[in-house]
């Protein structure tokens, strides 16, 4: 249940998905009604059924902006998908994170999908670099990625093989 009502008060209120589900709604439910959703989850994950409406989005393409409106590529999509869906998921990426945290799985220094990180950490800790190399009057060499689409082009079999290696079986890395 604290998995449950973290993931809640965690989400900001967004657009519902097909099924019309908001999040306000969801926070506003009483312990009863939270003990049957929490039920939901827990089936859904050990029977490895998940409602096909969760596969379902609405997507809405918002023009970049100063872009030209007449080029598709100028345009970035937003997919509104079920709040529901959206909460397991980050009931199970909590667990998950924790778990390849507390295994000493993810650097330290990433801070793309981590929570309470961002890239102004990295640019802080370069900046440090900077200045100690300046100082030793030493070289510093920093080399920067931009993977454009990376999560489009993400090879899932080795993500699930990398977690498998972890020690991670069963629902978990199957959801």
Known sequence: MFELETALSRKHDTSPGPDVIAYNMLRHLNTTSLSHLLFLFNRIMTEQKYPSEWRE????PILKPGKDPSNPLHYRPIALTSCLCKTLERMVNARLVFELEKQGFISPLQSGFHRDRSTFD??????????NAFIRRNHLVSIFLDIGK???RTWRYGILS??????FRGNLPIF
């Not at 990295?122 to 200045?131: G, P, Y």
Request: proline residues 0%.
């Open 57 to 60: 989005a609405i997507v809405i």
């Open 122 to 131: 990295n640019l802080v800790l370069l900046e440090t670099h900077i200045r």
């Open 150 to 152: 990376a999560y489009d």
């Open 162 to 167: 990398t977690l498998f290696n972890f020690g």
